[in-house]
Structures are given as C-alpha cells and as structure tokens.
C-alpha cells in the first residue's frame, strides 16, 4: 500500500487510511480483526521481521520492544471495510514501509485464509498532514470513535478494534498516547472532549448529506 503523492517527514504526524477493494470488508471474523491489530504492532521496527506465518507472533511481538520503531501510534481504528491511523514517522521513509509492512501480511493472511487471489485493499492508502494541535485532538477523537460516526452495530461491531480503551480505560496497547492525554486532567476529560467532539462530527456529515442530496436535486 503505497501512499498517494505526499511528502512524509520525519517527526511529523499524519491520518492515514483506506478501505478495501470494491469496498469490501478487510476483516471477515475476529480472528482477522485480531491478526490486523498484531500485524500493527509486529511490523513497527526497523528491522525486517518477515510475515505472519514466517515467526511466532508471541516471540516476535516481545522482541521488537527493544527496536527502533518505524512511526509512532497514536490512535487507531479498524473498521469491517476500512481503517484509519494517527501516526508520527519516527525515521524517514518510516510511514510508507510500515504501511506496506502491515498491507502485505494482511492481504497474504486474507488471500490464504479465504482462497483467495488479487489485492485487499484499495489501491494506494490516503494521507493527510496533521498541520496543527487543534487538528491533532480532534484527529485522534475521530478515528478513537469512527465505528460510532459510521453507526457500526450488531455483528459488524464484533470486528472493530480501535484505541479507544487505551485511552479512557488506561488499557495496555500499541499507542503513544502521551502527547494527546497530557493536555488534559485525566482520560475522563478527554473523554468528554471526545464525545463532544462526535456529535459535532455527525452534525457535520449530516450537513454534507444534505448538501449533496440539494446538488443532486438540481
């Protein structure tokens, strides 16, 4: 999954995202949701770990602690058909080869899993450039509650993973949670801020629909 044409710099914090191919679902049970959110953590080093079925992923998981990462998470979601990610590349060139990292195990994964052939997800991955704070924040509320913007409910919840526990249950996860959280008192403020931060996000695609369905009237 190469990006589109962006300049990714180094320290520097970026939303990723995509979806699948022909919009379809990226994760079919929890098993693969689980096996996404791995591949996240176990392809963020510097050095080349080889794929899912190449190592153990509890040993390899336990052994890059100690490696150079290539970005650092912030927040994550992933969705049945898309994800989304905040991340500061940590080296150069860091973004687009943990990004190919994570898209090439996973697409091997599905393609084996499923009998399969063909490409998972939908061309090039999308990028856009965290320019300041305030975009930062409320960047990180969006993809902590994108399955909530999206109303994912019933059986398709099942397969959604994000890093919103991490962030107002104290959880143990993949995130770098530290520059978000320190601008608030404790995660019950930034939940709030979160929370608020949704109603505003759904007013807003509400007013896009609308706008779209009046261009198509006319």
């Known amino acids: 999954m190469a990006s589109r044409t962006i300049e990714f710099t180094t320290d520097e914090y970026y939303h990723i995202y995509n979806r699948g191919t022909d919009k379809r679902n990226i994760v079919q049970d929890e098993d693969d949701a689980n096996r996404f959110l791995e591949g996240l953590r176990l392809f963020n080093t510097v050095d080349p770990l080889g794929g899912f079925y190449e190592h153990s992923l509890a040993r390899e ?12 998470v912030v927040t994550h979601c992933l969705n049945p058909n898309h994800f989304h990610l905040l991340l500061k590349q940590c080296i150069d060139n860091g973004i687009s080869e943990y990004l190919q990292r994570v898209g090439t195990a996973c697409a091997k994964h ?3 899993k499923y009998k399969r052939t063909g490409a998972l997800f939908e061309g090039k991955f999308k990028a856009k450039h965290i320019a300041d704070n305030d975009y930062l924040l409320h960047t990180s509320a969006y993809i902590n509650l994108n399955d909530r913007v999206h109303r994912i409910s019933g059986q398709q919840k099942l397969l959604v993973r994000n890093s919103w526990p991490e962030y107002t249950e104290g959880k143990n996860g993949i995130c770098k949670k530290e520059l978000i959280l320190e601008q608030f008192k404790n995660g019950k403020e ?9 109603e505003l996000m759904l007013e807003s695609k509400r007013d896009q629909a609308e706008l779209k369905a009046i261009e198509f009237e006319s």
Do not use: C, G, M, T
């Not at 890059?64 to 990462?69: R, S, Y």
């Not at 930034?190 to 949704?198: I, K, P, T, V």
């Open 110 to 112: 599905f393609n084996h």
């Open 190 to 198: 930034y939940e709030r801020f979160a929370l608020e931060s949704l």
């Open 61 to 72: 998981v336990n052994d890059i602690k100690n490696h150079q990462p290539l970005v650092e």
